[in-house]
């Protein structure tokens, strides 16, 4: 058989998908399979059977380079499975060695939502560390991680179960640019590993001065992005802080002023002369300027004795 055929030629092509291997129900997917090696027919070939083998002929699409594009849409749970494809020439039996495997997983075959939480928090430094911790409390054999437009296979990881919930832990160490962008998980069982899970909320990674090299990117070609950096947001918060810093520094002059001019009305009325009828400060050593003896105010008993020291002398 053509299987046993396969052997003979060593240069395996190339297979990959468009847009992305992992498609919902009904959605649309292309396999693509390519070589250097002028190769003018293909076969794909799913990993549970020779039933969904298909052959195509390939096109030349660069000097020395051909391929064939396989549509394996609409998407139904059936076409979840392993691919490999295959290159030949018309006028041999013999078939290329099998390229590296793709899976292509179908989303919304089971019945739950997993849901997505970043720790410490979606915006990170670089050299950082992030985790990304799927859950769900349905019954989860494998969690899922993939990131949005990533042409490498996602993340997969045998969940745990703590505190009534399945759940698994995708840690990124240390973190680079490279590492920004859009995750969901799903969630799978070990007897249908193709089939997923409706996908989590999506969580976006924003790793810093990440979107300040777009923004500045954007501003060089004059195209205003949709979501630009958030700077002017700052410089509020900054001016509003500064504001009532600087309002309450003002109301606390106020204050102070305000008992200074009372404290020296209240003296103005004790140090009245005595002529002038009023308090009268009878003490020797303050009337003599000593800063270490404290003004006593001289009551009747004090006048009275000073008038029987004057009747005594005349």
Not at 224 to 237: D, E, F, H, K, R
Request: aromatic share 8%.
């Amino acid at each position: 058989g053509w299987r046993s055929a396969a052997l003979g030629m060593h240069s395996k092509p190339s297979l990959s998908v468009l847009p992305s291997p992992i498609v919902p129900s009904g959605g649309n997917v292309t396999l693509q399979c390519g070589s250097w090696r002028g190769f003018n027919r293909f076969i794909l070939m799913r990993e549970e059977g020779t039933s969904d083998l298909l052959q195509l002929h390939g096109r030349q699409t660069q000097a020395g380079f051909s391929g064939a594009d396989f549509s394996l849409s609409p998407v139904k749970s059936s076409r979840g499975g392993q691919y490999t494809c295959y290159g030949g020439h018309n006028l041999s039996s013999q078939w290329s060695a099998p390229s590296d495997p793709l899976d292509i997983l179908v989303t919304g075959q089971l019945s739950y939502t997993p849901s997505l939480r970043v720790h410490p928090g979606p915006t990170v430094a670089p050299g950082e560390n992030v985790t990304l911790l799927c859950q769900s409390l349905s019954n989860v054999d494998t969690f899922l991680l993939s990131k949005d437009g990533a042409a490498d296979a996602s993340l997969r990881l045998r969940s745990k179960y703590r505190a009534g919930k399945y759940e698994a832990e995708f840690s990124m160490s240390p973190v680079t640019p490279a590492h920004g962008g859009t995750y969901r998980c799903y969630g799978s069982i070990k007897t249908s590993p193709y089939l997923l899970s409706y996908p989590s909320v999506p969580v976006e990674i924003l790793v810093s001065g990440e979107r300040s090299v777009k923004w500045n990117h954007s501003l060089i070609h004059g195209i205003a992005p949709a979501q630009g950096p958030s700077w002017y947001l700052y410089v509020l918060i900054g001016a509003s802080v500064a504001f009532i810093l600087m309002l309450c520094l003002l109301i606390l002059l106020l204050v102070r002023q305000q008992r200074r001019g009372k404290c020296r009305k209240s003296s103005k009325k004790g140090l009245r002369h005595p002529r002038g009828g009023g308090a009268l400060w009878a003490d020797p050593g303050w009337a003599q300027g000593s800063g270490q003896r404290e003004p006593r105010e001289v009551g009747k008993a004090d006048v009275g004795h000073f008038h029987r020291i004057s009747s005594q002398r005349v």
